[in-house]
């Protein structure tokens, strides 16, 4: 309770303040960043194809088919794109402590990192991604999912099917889950990679029906000028190293993506020992996920992989705050301060 509470008053305070610094109204905040391309998607999903072009349809269908779907009973598409965000931030916390059994992780889920607190009051990704991918591993590790039992693999795999639908980079969940069940005869192991394969394979062919392309946002990710131009994947650390000097960032940006690079490489380290010896599945589940997520995220190219690197390492969190968590305070006073510390710098990153 206190996770979701503490996750809630977090986020009503950046949308508050950000929404007042910024003179937004509620339809304006739900229109920053690539918030507009969701709403466009998600207008064009309900047969509304205004302004829905190759760029604004880059955005994967996940979530803008979620606000379409609320869209169906009178909800506002403003509203359903922030309601639908902040409700999933506030579930992913809560769920990742009882998936690994430790409020310290929905603790951290819920008061960081700071770009991630501020995405999760916006019409972005990254939470409905979240909240399906651990509520998917939360279904699997259930008392349905037994040897004797199939129910909560099948559910677990339609959970993170939907999630890969969102953001494709559930698949490195997926990954995880496998490596945590090596004593789990493989036939039981591959239940839930063939549901989630199911429901994204069903979900490409509605694409192809809808836009004669299933993978035409791909190409426009690669492709478009004002996404990855060409480069979307290149020599690790090339994009960070390079960016900062092509372009002349801030050192205070520098110093801000580099923070989030010490601190996910140092979850990196950490969990390799977690591979090799006799480690829990949880362990290996967090291990799988992480290392994975992180091999991609150092590979991506343009600029997108300097700027957006805090972003693209959020769909690993829960992994990463579960390796350090040594690291991590118990007490909930210190986690209110550093929600508030965090919560500061959200509604002063809005905009900018």
Same mark, same amino acid.
């Given at each position: 309770?206190?996770?979701?509470?503490?996750?809630?008053?977090?986020?009503?305070?950046?949308?508050?303040?950000?929404?007042?610094?910024?003179?937004?109204?509620?339809?304006?905040?739900?229109?920053?960043?690539?918030?507009?391309?969701?709403?466009?998607? +998600?207008?064009?999903?309900?047969?509304?194809?205004?302004? %829905?072009?190759?760029?604004?349809?880059?955005?994967?269908?996940?979530?803008?088919?979620?606000?379409?779907?609320?869209?169906?009973?009178?909800?506002?598409?403003?509203?359903?794109?922030?309601?639908?965000?902040?409700?999933?931030?506030?579930?992913?916390?809560?769920?990742?402590?009882?998936? %690994?059994?430790?409020?310290?992780?929905?603790?951290?889920?819920?008061?960081?990192?700071?770009?991630?607190?501020?995405?999760?009051?916006?019409?972005?990704?990254?939470?409905?991604?979240?909240?399906?991918?651990?509520?998917?591993?939360?279904?699997?590790?259930?008392?349905?999912?037994?040897?004797?039992?199939?129910?909560?693999?099948?559910?677990?795999?339609?959970?993170?099917?939907?999630?890969?639908?969102?953001?494709?980079?559930?698949? %490195?969940?997926?990954?995880?889950?496998?490596?945590?069940?090596?004593?789990?005869?493989?036939?039981?192991? +591959?239940?839930?990679?063939?549901?989630?394969?199911?429901?994204?394979?069903?979900?490409?062919?509605?694409?192809?029906?809808?836009?004669?392309?299933?993978?035409?946002?791909?190409?426009?990710?690669?492709?478009?000028?004002?996404?990855?131009?060409?480069?979307? %994947?290149?020599?690790?650390?090339?994009?960070?190293?390079?960016?900062?000097?092509?372009?002349?960032?801030?050192?205070?940006?520098?110093?801000?993506?580099?923070?989030?690079?010490?601190?996910?490489?140092?979850?990196?380290?950490?969990?390799?020992?977690?591979?090799?010896?006799?480690?829990?599945?949880?362990?290996?589940?967090?291990?799988?996920?992480?290392?994975?997520?992180?091999?991609?995220?150092?590979?991506?190219?343009?600029?997108?992989?300097?700027?957006?690197?805090?972003?693209?390492?959020?769909?690993?969190?829960?992994?990463?705050?579960?390796?350090?968590?040594?690291?991590?305070?118990?007490?909930?006073?210190?986690?209110?301060?550093?929600?508030?510390?965090?919560?500061?710098?959200?509604?002063?990153?809005?905009?900018?």
């Amino acid at each position: 309770m206190w996770i979701a509470l503490l996750a809630l008053a977090l986020r009503v305070c950046v949308f508050a303040a950000a929404s007042w610094r910024l003179g937004l109204s509620t339809e304006g905040y739900a229109n920053l960043y690539d918030g507009r391309s969701y709403l466009i998607t +998600a207008r064009a999903i309900a047969d509304d194809r205004r302004n %829905f072009d190759d760029y604004q349809g880059r955005v994967f269908p996940g979530y803008p088919a979620m606000i379409a779907v609320l869209h169906l009973v009178r909800i506002p598409w403003h509203i359903a794109a922030l309601g639908l965000d902040w409700i999933a931030a506030i579930a992913a916390a809560a769920m990742s402590a009882m998936l %690994f059994g430790d409020r310290r992780i929905g603790l951290a889920m819920a008061t960081l990192i700071p770009h991630y607190l501020m995405n999760s009051t916006l019409a972005a990704s990254e939470a409905p991604m979240l909240a399906l991918t651990v509520g998917g591993l939360l279904a699997a590790k259930s008392k349905c999912a037994s040897d004797e039992k199939m129910a909560g693999d099948l559910a677990g795999g339609v959970l993170l099917g939907l999630a890969g639908l969102v953001r494709p980079v559930a698949c %490195f969940a997926v990954l995880g889950y496998a490596a945590s069940r090596e004593k789990t005869p493989k036939w039981k192991i +591959a239940v839930l990679p063939a549901a989630a394969g199911i429901v994204v394979i069903l979900a490409l062919i509605g694409i192809h029906t809808w836009r004669g392309d299933p993978l035409a946002n791909v190409r426009t990710q690669i492709e478009s000028p004002g996404a990855y131009n060409g480069q979307l %994947f290149t020599w690790p650390f090339h994009s960070l190293i390079v960016t900062p000097f092509e372009h002349a960032v801030p050192w205070p940006r520098i110093v801000y993506i580099w923070l989030h690079v010490i601190l996910t490489l140092a979850g990196c380290i950490l969990g390799l020992p977690l591979l090799l010896g006799d480690s829990t599945p949880l362990d290996r589940l967090a291990a799988v996920w992480l290392l994975a997520n992180t091999a991609f995220v150092l590979c991506l190219g343009n600029v997108w992989g300097f700027e957006c690197f805090h972003r693209f390492t959020v769909p690993a969190l829960p992994a990463l705050f579960w390796i350090i968590r040594q690291g991590l305070p118990k007490g909930i006073g210190v986690w209110v301060v550093i929600g508030g510390a965090s919560a500061c710098i959200a509604a002063l990153s809005v905009g900018r």
